[in-house]
Protein backbone atom coordinates (compact mmCIF):
# COMPACT_ATOMS: atom_id res chain seq x y z
CA UNK A 1 0.00 0.00 0.00
CA UNK A 2 2.72 2.49 0.74
CA UNK A 3 4.37 2.18 -2.73
CA UNK A 4 0.90 2.39 -4.13
CA UNK A 5 0.06 6.16 -1.95
CA UNK A 6 4.06 6.89 -3.15
CA UNK A 7 3.15 6.38 -6.75
CA UNK A 8 0.11 8.43 -6.42
CA UNK A 9 1.71 11.25 -4.52
CA UNK A 10 4.43 11.63 -6.95
CA UNK A 11 1.95 12.21 -9.85
CA UNK A 12 -0.37 14.58 -7.93
CA UNK A 13 2.72 16.52 -7.13
CA UNK A 14 4.01 16.34 -10.41
CA UNK A 15 0.80 18.04 -11.51
CA UNK A 16 0.22 20.01 -8.73
CA UNK A 17 2.15 23.22 -10.69
CA UNK A 18 0.09 22.69 -13.54
CA UNK A 19 -3.59 23.28 -11.85
CA UNK A 20 -2.33 26.30 -9.72
CA UNK A 21 -0.70 27.56 -13.49
CA UNK A 22 -5.27 26.99 -14.69
CA UNK A 23 -6.55 28.54 -11.75
CA UNK A 24 -3.82 31.69 -12.26
CA UNK A 25 -4.84 31.68 -16.32
CA UNK A 26 -8.94 31.27 -15.20
CA UNK A 27 -8.56 34.50 -12.68
CA UNK A 28 -7.06 36.76 -15.02
CA UNK A 29 -9.23 35.75 -17.83
CA UNK A 30 -12.05 36.15 -15.80
CA UNK A 31 -11.24 39.64 -14.32
CA UNK A 32 -10.36 40.88 -17.71
CA UNK A 33 -13.70 39.68 -19.08
CA UNK A 34 -12.05 37.76 -21.66
CA UNK A 35 -14.31 35.10 -23.11
CA UNK A 36 -11.93 34.11 -25.33
CA UNK A 37 -8.90 33.78 -22.82
CA UNK A 38 -11.34 31.61 -20.71
CA UNK A 39 -12.46 28.98 -23.29
CA UNK A 40 -8.78 28.39 -24.47
CA UNK A 41 -8.03 28.28 -20.72
CA UNK A 42 -11.00 25.10 -20.54
CA UNK A 43 -9.89 24.12 -23.27
CA UNK A 44 -6.28 23.17 -21.85
CA UNK A 45 -7.81 22.11 -18.68
CA UNK A 46 -9.49 19.88 -20.77
CA UNK A 47 -6.34 18.28 -22.38
CA UNK A 48 -4.33 18.41 -19.02
CA UNK A 49 -7.61 16.27 -17.36
CA UNK A 50 -7.52 13.67 -19.93
CA UNK A 51 -3.60 13.13 -19.44
CA UNK A 52 -3.38 13.31 -15.65
CA UNK A 53 -6.00 10.53 -16.19
CA UNK A 54 -4.39 8.83 -18.17
CA UNK A 55 -1.04 8.89 -16.20
CA UNK A 56 -3.16 7.68 -13.10
CA UNK A 57 -4.91 4.96 -14.72
CA UNK A 58 -1.11 3.73 -16.00
CA UNK A 59 0.54 3.48 -12.35
CA UNK A 60 0.99 -0.20 -11.43
CA UNK A 61 -1.07 -0.60 -8.61
CA UNK A 62 -1.55 -3.09 -6.03
CA UNK A 63 -3.52 -1.98 -3.72
CA UNK A 64 -7.42 -2.25 -3.93
CA UNK A 65 -7.25 0.51 -1.43
CA UNK A 66 -4.66 3.05 -3.72
CA UNK A 67 -6.88 1.32 -6.65
CA UNK A 68 -9.91 3.34 -5.22
CA UNK A 69 -7.54 6.70 -4.47
CA UNK A 70 -6.87 6.59 -8.30
CA UNK A 71 -10.83 6.32 -9.03
CA UNK A 72 -11.80 9.17 -6.76
CA UNK A 73 -8.77 11.18 -8.47
CA UNK A 74 -9.83 11.00 -11.48
CA UNK A 75 -13.72 11.53 -10.89
CA UNK A 76 -12.44 14.66 -9.10
CA UNK A 77 -9.94 15.59 -12.00
CA UNK A 78 -13.49 14.72 -14.52
CA UNK A 79 -16.18 17.20 -11.89
CA UNK A 80 -13.45 19.90 -11.63
CA UNK A 81 -13.27 20.34 -15.64
CA UNK A 82 -17.01 20.00 -15.65
CA UNK A 83 -16.76 22.91 -13.19
CA UNK A 84 -14.86 25.01 -15.35
CA UNK A 85 -16.75 24.55 -18.72
CA UNK A 86 -19.83 25.04 -16.57
CA UNK A 87 -18.45 28.65 -15.57
CA UNK A 88 -17.30 29.74 -18.87
CA UNK A 89 -21.19 28.92 -20.45
CA UNK A 90 -22.88 32.18 -21.04
CA UNK A 91 -24.81 32.55 -19.44
CA UNK A 92 -23.90 30.40 -16.90
CA UNK A 93 -26.32 28.07 -14.73
CA UNK A 94 -25.85 28.45 -11.40
CA UNK A 95 -27.99 25.87 -10.14
CA UNK A 96 -25.62 23.26 -12.27
CA UNK A 97 -22.89 25.47 -11.12
CA UNK A 98 -23.74 24.32 -7.02
CA UNK A 99 -24.60 21.21 -7.91
CA UNK A 100 -20.94 20.24 -9.00
CA UNK A 101 -19.71 22.28 -6.30
CA UNK A 102 -21.42 20.07 -4.09
CA UNK A 103 -20.01 17.04 -5.48
CA UNK A 104 -16.75 18.03 -5.68
CA UNK A 105 -16.24 19.52 -2.20
CA UNK A 106 -18.30 15.90 -0.87
CA UNK A 107 -15.51 13.99 -2.96
CA UNK A 108 -12.75 15.73 -2.15
CA UNK A 109 -13.65 15.17 1.55
CA UNK A 110 -14.43 11.72 0.89
CA UNK A 111 -10.62 10.99 -0.54
CA UNK A 112 -9.34 13.23 2.14
CA UNK A 113 -10.75 10.92 4.28
CA UNK A 114 -9.76 7.81 2.65
CA UNK A 115 -6.21 9.01 1.68
CA UNK A 116 -5.53 10.07 5.72
CA UNK A 117 -7.28 6.33 6.83
CA UNK A 118 -4.17 4.72 4.41
CA UNK A 119 -1.94 6.93 5.55
CA UNK A 120 -2.60 5.80 9.08
CA UNK A 121 -2.60 2.21 8.17
CA UNK A 122 0.53 2.39 6.47
CA UNK A 123 2.19 4.78 8.93
CA UNK A 124 0.86 2.05 11.86
CA UNK A 125 2.83 -0.92 10.32
Known sequence: IRADLDKIQTLSNAKAQEALKFQ????????KGDKAALDAVVDSMDKYVDSFNDELEA???KSSEADSIRDKMKESNDLGLDLAEAGVET???MEKITELQKKATELQQSLLQEMQTLQTKVTAK
Open 24 to 31: NDVMQAAQ
Open 91 to 93: PPN
Open 59 to 61: LDL
